[in-house]
């Protein structure tokens, strides 16, 4: 009786510990995005040929990008 209830109380904090990562991922990514979407909207409102110019800019679009893929692999 007593094993049983210590399982389920490691299942129970196991559960609350992938629910928050879950939601710690979802949060990193939404945000990630956001960030992402302000850049490409600075990109287009410049119009492409400076964005050719603002290639810092379109550096860090692709690297948010990766850097939100690979959060969340993790």
Sequence with gaps: ???????????NLLNIMLSFHLRQ????E???LGETAIELGRILDHGLSSAQQRSPSQ???RCNLIHC????QS
């Design 25 to 28: 991922i979802l949060c990193f």
């Design 30 to 32: 939404l945000r990630c």
């Design 1 to 11: 009786m007593v094993q049983q209830l210590i399982g389920l109380s490691l299942v």
């Design 69 to 72: 893929h690979r959060q969340s």
């Design 59 to 61: 550096a860090n679009v």
